[in-house]
Nanobody, 114 residues
Framework: QVQLVESGGGLVQAGGSLRLSCTAS??????????MGWYRQAPGKQRELVAR???????NYADSVAGRFTISGDNAKKTLYLQMNSLKPEDTAVYYC??????WGQGTQVTVSS
């Protein structure tokens, strides 16, 4: 059983920063922050990948956030992070944490004002 809880969302002005966290409550001994990622869904749009740590430990970013966002994690804390800098109004969305393309958190709202 895996439960993911996101936090850190909020309202920020354009150019500002936020740090999202996703903490996993798991009973899987082999759990790892590898194969975890962040997705987002804006109103009227499909959910899209923002950033991901692959099962080999490499990182992937959407072109729209590359150079501004950084994904990282702490295995001991079972926590995934997303540092978001130079935020833009188009980054406004609900941000979701995902594990192995199967488990999802409830989402955290990020709103960037212009």
């Amino acid at each position: 059983q895996v439960q993911l809880v996101e936090s850190g969302g909020g309202l920020v002005q354009a150019g500002g920063s936020l740090r999202l966290s996703c903490t996993a409550s798991v009973s899987i001994i082999s759990f790892s922050i590898y194969d975890m990622g962040w997705y987002r869904q804006a109103p009227g749009k499909q959910r899209e990948l923002v950033a991901r740590i692959t099962n080999r430990g490499s990182t992937n970013y959407a072109d729209s956030v590359a150079g501004r966002f950084t994904i990282s994690g702490d295995n001991a804390k079972k926590t995934l992070y997303l540092q978001m800098n130079s935020l833009k109004p188009e980054d406004t969305a609900v941000y979701y944490c995902n594990y192995i393309n199967r488990y999802w958190g409830q989402g955290t709202q990020v709103t960037v004002s212009s």
